[in-house]
């Protein structure tokens, strides 16, 4: 494992082998043996669920999924990284492991391969290798736990997904990609050969049993329409080998935009896969310090010119291709920042070397302050226009010609010294008529030459000789004297020397990479939250921290002593990242601390630390597990957190009579005998392992909410119950039922049960006073002969819920009604209270409401993802104020009445229907219309009321004549837009302003609102801001990615707070 966030969360190097085995163990995830499959292919039987493949044997007797101590048996290679296991049988051998991952389609929910095509792809494909090594696969059917799951296996599962990418993009592992669905012949002939059934996990039944192949819900969608399928095909392509046939990673925002329209099994998994790829893909561009890039297209090329600027750490670049894409590369790597630059060449042609410098002479690459070629042969032509161009940049140029006797021979202006900050990258365009491989010039590297580069976001200035300083002059720049707020990006990382921080500001923070010292900086007096990235770990000594700072925060990397150091007696938050692990002795704790957190790592004894009386959160991190035994907890402490490792007993500690919160974390398992816990208290949770008896400890009256982990299984026979309990939880292996002696408090609000705990309702006395019932993720009982109580307001069923609720009496109190994922009954005959306020809709649901009478007192209606019925005839409540379809409705509105009360339509992105001719409601503020939304809005009357207008992806029609409602105050545009807003009129009225992803229209001759708050700016936007004048009421200004535009001469109002872009450099201020 190579690190881990402060957030706690473990990430994995992308090229280290050990880190990819530790992430098989850590998400338990089990990879299949090809022999297990070349076995199960012979026999005609289809691919098994994880749950069934943990007891398969390969006929040798081997475990059909590979196990844990084989992993730790792999032997890894330190000088090519090659993996290797030692076999047994039949002789001792050692041989080579190749590690596989097959990127594939699901062809049913029920069975990802029913007609065993894709298992018979990946038999013959890989057969052959088993001659000299072993091949384990990862294929996620039969490598996680499928539905349906219990606790321990959704937590693996859940793992798992969190960091999935990298099955797909560690360089140990090959990516296998199955992009053709089963044809027809292959289907009949299995079918013929095998029958027309499949076992599989049947939702209806329960079980796992053989269903006809017919019944599966099938999937038909193209690989490339797949928002996973796609997925996983960036991900794989986040390798340092760039070639022709496969794709080039693309930024998070561009791979956002392009997904948009891809089909996801479950919708609400594109918001994870989008986070996902954003953390992956940064992950390993910052990580790379080698690229190689062979045969790309223009497509692929363009693609990567918007990738290079991540590439943060890179030392080399290799090009093979065609002269025009090569120096098309080179360009880009100035284009991202680098101000120090040589390439090395065979030939430099005059055509290339001239289009090189009009290139180098547009304002993109004003930046560059010294290029070397080294080459056989240039041009004069090019030399000269190299010469002039270098010149008028006042840069400096050198041409270095091959010299026998002594190797290069530098020619032109004597060379600049490379600042501390520069990184090395090596460029090589390679004609490919002249080369018959990359790998060649790639093994000769190092030989041929070296390159310095430095990176625009991480300048430092450049000593000459004469020992004046090169660069941005920063001491220049001034920062707007009312700015309350200062954050920088994830890459900004400069001294903060010569800078003057105004005195009005309040927050400063500090992105991932910046670890400059603070010393000689002076911090505003007026500074009250200060908070450093997980690059961070300068000594604070000798830094005067200001005396009004409240709240002050540390990332992952920060390790250093407090001892010494003054912290302000203001101070009422410190939280500490993950690394930090010194003792507090010696340091003297704010009396006016309140909330005191400490990171993973941290594992100090308390003996002899003062915890100032005024703290009332104190939170212990993973690896805390030191006794409290002697340790004086303040009085005033209102909240206690203990984490996984902590199992230390609290016999004969005091704990506060303040305290209200006490919680334990993963393997905490000591029982409470002679523990006294507060009157105070009014939440008690209990972590995984936790599994003592409750007899003989008194709960405290004031207890609210009580909460037992998965491992929990004891009688609750004559424990009593505080009055005063609310919500009572139950893990996973509690079995024990409710006893019918033991009455269930009288305040208890939430009843949410174990999924082993009570099966059925049926006979069970629901207190009167029960305000709020939530059932768990697998109920799916009748509530025929449950009496709800009467005062019940709220009512929730969990994801697998699908009962009727004819015959059931809803109570007349009931306010909220909500059904999970699976529920699809219809609502005929069902008496849905007059006090209903709430409606909501799982995923499933997609039944017509044809004859339904909805409550006049409903004020929300939510459908979910499926439902896409016709509401015609359908009379909505006067009383409905909000409205929002799934992803699927895709009806027309016309002779529809929308209520006059309605305030809030959201449609979900399938959703392309006119809008001409549909009145909306005249007290409608806020109308969202889906990401396929692309209608003509010009005869559209939008009402007067309307607050809040959002067009989603597809949306690309010019705004001229469309009337924007002058009570319009905020206005959000999709990827695609991308019209001018020439003689648009914006409301006077509008505070928000953001575009989307391709949007890069001139703003010169609009006029922006003059109480525009909020303008921000997608991927592609990079226009000039001379001639705009930017609002006097503007506080949050943010430009996009590719923004590279002076800001020289922009009058920035005063009243901006909020500045933020993802490569803000000082140097362009």
Partial sequence: MAAASAAEEPSYDLSKPESFLDFLEDAGICLVRLEYLMELSASGR????RQEAETEKTSSGAPALVESSELKEVSIDP??????VMLRHPVPRRVQVHLVSISHMWESMQHPDPWRFQLEAIVEEFRPRLLDSVVWIFYDF??????????????????????IFVMYSHDAVEVHRIEM?????????????????????????????????TKLKRNETPYEERGWCRSEKEWSALRTWMKGENPVPLPPDMFRARMQQMKFTHREDSEEVFNLQAKVFLQKAASTTRLLIENLDEDKIAVLLAALPFYT??????????????WKVSLAVVESGACNVEIACENVRDEDAIAFAADLAKKKCRHLQRLQLKCETIGELGRQALEQTMTRRRASLVISIPDGSRGYDGQGMEPAVASEACVTLRILPVDVSAADSLKLHAAAMTQILSVLCCRRRRTEPTLHPAGSEAGPDRAGIQLPSSLQSLTFGRDFNQSLKGIQLPSSLQSLTFGHAFNYSLEGIQLPSSLQSLTFGDSFNQSLEGIQLPSSLQSLTFGASFNQSLEGIQLPSSLQSLTFGF????????????????????GRTFNQSLDGIHLPSSLQSLTFGFEFNRSLKGIQLPSSLQSLTFDEEFNQSLEGIQLPSSLQSLTFGFKFNHSLEGVQLPSSLQSLTFGHDFNQSLAGIQLPSSLQSLKFGIHFNQSLAGIQLPSSLQSLTFGQEFNNQWPNFIEPPSSLQFGEFGKKTIQSLAGIQLPSSLQSLTFAFKFNYSLEGVQLPSSLQSLTFGRAFNQSLQGIQLPSSLQSLTFGRTFNQRLDGIHLPSSLQSLTFGRTFNQSLDGIHLPSSLQSLTFGFEFNQS????????????LTFGFEFNRSLKGIQLPSSLQSLTFGYNFNQSLEGIQLPSNLQSLTLGGGFNQRMESVQLPSSLQSLTFDEEFNRSLEGIQLPSSLQSLTFGGKFNQSLEGIQLPSSLQSLKFGIHF???????????????????????????GIQPPSSLQSLTPSFQFNQSLEGIQLPHSLKTFKSYSFCVGSL
């Fill in 46 to 49: 289809p691919l098994p669920r």
């Fill in 79 to 84: 000088n090519t990284a090659h993996m290797s």
């Fill in 142 to 163: 039969v490598s996680l736990h499928q539905y349906i799951r219990n606790d321990d296996q959704e937590r693996l599962f859940r793992r798992a997904l969190r960091d």
């Fill in 181 to 213: 669905l089963t044809p027809e012949s292959v289907r009949e002939r299995c079918v013929a050969a095998h029958g027309p059934k499949i076992c599989v996990y049947w939702e209806e039944e329960q079980k796992m049993t053989d269903v006809l192949i």
């Fill in 313 to 326: 750490k890179l030392k080399e670049l290799v090009v093979a291709g065609s002269p025009k894409t090569a």
């Fill in 579 to 598: 690394k930090f692990n010194h003792s507090l002795e010696g340091v003297q704790l704010p009396s006016s601390l309140q909330s005191l957190t400490f």
């Fill in 871 to 882: 509401l015609k005839g359908i009379q909505l409540p006067s009383s409905l104020q909000s």
């Fill in 1000 to 1026: 890069n229209q001139s703003l010169e001759g609009i006029q922006l609102p003059s109480g525009l708050q909020s303008l921000t700016f997608g991927h592609d936007f990079n226009q000039s801001l001379a």
